[in-house]
């Protein structure tokens, strides 16, 4: 083959090819405009109605999950060092403008032995400690005790007693420019508790309270205390009678441990505190609850106002 006809065909065999690219691409675009137009028609929907579409989501880069930061960092509890507050309790007692407080302080490094300041007009005037572990404060009042027109202060605080329910209550006066606290009764443990004891009456269920502190007993019907059955229990009616008790034995006592709960109150117009006990039958069965209302004469003796029996 001569070198002209070499090159004639070289040269029409890359027209064909160019020719052959070109219409290919033709094709594809004609394609791709055709698929266009079909994704724009089913956009559109029927003639007259916008059909709303999701914008097209943009490529996500996926990470292994960190564990997220908080936003605040917690605060951290204070540290409890000796003379820490526990807790505080601030009113203004006497409306003077000025706050007074009652504070749990932590007597140790722990907060586990703590103690009662109690400020009054910005001035600490008693501090009160007895081997007890004071939780929480509830009655922090100014009010009249004793008739003499001069307020004393009324002070409670729940402890940690081991699941005993025992509250200790503060009673004080101010004298010679001195606060001291004013007496209360104590019971067999050294805490504050009214010395009651409950016998039978005349009648089979006839409970008595009675104490040297009050001049008339207080009765009540303990026969919805006991259940009528052969179970065996201890709050049975059977196993109540299978002890034979007489007029004048003693059926009951104050539970453990002292007083559970005081309050303010009055009674026959009087300023009183309210001092809640529990009382339990010969086996320990609950027999409910007194209320005493007791409060001070002027020379500073404790007087019991009223007793009342509760459910």
């Known amino acids: 083959m001569n070198k002209d006809l070499k090159d004639k065909l070289?040269?029409?065999t890359k027209k064909c090819f160019i020719k052959l690219i070109s219409s290919l691409l033709l094709a594809n675009s004609v394609l791709l405009l055709s698929s266009c137009a079909k994704k724009s028609d089913s956009d559109m929907g029927s003639a007259g109605k916008t059909i709303e579409t999701t914008k097209p989501q943009a490529?996500?880069?996926?990470?292994?999950?960190?564990?997220?930061?908080?936003?605040?960092?917690?605060?951290?509890?204070?540290?409890i060092k000796t003379g820490s507050v526990l807790e505080e309790l601030v009113?203004?007692?006497?409306?003077?403008?000025?706050?007074?407080?009652?504070?749990?302080?932590?007597?140790?490094?722990?907060?586990?032995?703590?103690?009662?300041?109690?400020?009054?007009?910005?001035?600490?005037?008693?501090?009160?400690?007895?081997?007890?572990?004071?939780?929480?404060?509830?009655a922090f009042e100014y009010l009249d005790l004793d008739e003499d027109n001069v307020n004393e202060l009324f002070i409670?605080?729940?402890?940690?007693?081991?699941?005993?329910?025992?509250?200790?209550?503060?009673?004080l006066k101010e004298e010679g420019g001195v606060w001291k606290r004013m007496t209360l009764p104590e019971n067999e443990h050294g805490l504050n508790g009214f010395p009651f004891i409950i016998t039978r009456g005349n009648d089979e269920f006839d409970f008595?309270?009675?104490?040297?502190?009050?001049s008339e007993?207080?009765?009540?019907?303990?026969?919805?205390?006991?259940?009528?059955?052969?179970?065996?229990?201890?709050?049975?009616?059977?196993?109540?009678?299978?002890?034979?008790?007489?007029?004048?034995?003693?059926?009951?006592?104050?539970?453990?441990?002292?007083?559970?709960?005081?309050?303010?109150?009055s009674y026959n117009g009087r300023n009183c505190i309210i001092a809640n006990h529990g009382i339990e039958g010969p086996y320990g069965h609950s027999l409910g609850?007194?209320?005493i209302y007791f409060a001070y004469n002027p020379q500073g003796e404790l007087e019991i106002l009223h007793v009342e029996h509760q459910d």
Not at 156 to 171: F, G
Not at 224 to 249: C, H, L, V, W
């Open 156 to 171: 409670t605080a729940n402890t940690n007693t081991n699941s005993r329910p025992y509250t200790e209550l503060l009673c």
């Open 91 to 138: 009113r203004d007692l006497d409306g003077n403008g000025t706050d007074d407080s009652l504070q749990i302080v932590s007597l140790d490094d722990e907060g586990i032995m703590n103690c009662l300041h109690v400020y009054l007009n910005g001035e600490k005037i008693y501090e009160h400690s007895d081997d007890l572990r004071f939780m929480g404060l509830f």
């Open 289 to 291: 609850k007194i209320d």
């Open 59 to 79: 490529d996500i880069t996926i990470t292994p999950m960190a564990t997220a930061s908080p936003s605040v960092t917690p605060a951290l509890a204070p540290e």
């Open 208 to 214: 008595v309270i009675s104490s040297d502190y009050i």
């Open 217 to 265: 007993p207080v009765h009540f019907d303990a026969s919805a205390y006991f259940r009528d059955d052969d179970s065996g229990n201890i709050d049975t009616i059977q196993a109540y009678r299978a002890n034979n008790y007489k007029e004048g034995d003693e059926v009951g006592f104050i539970s453990a441990w002292g007083i559970h709960e005081a309050r303010a109150g």
């Open 10 to 12: 070289i040269l029409t």
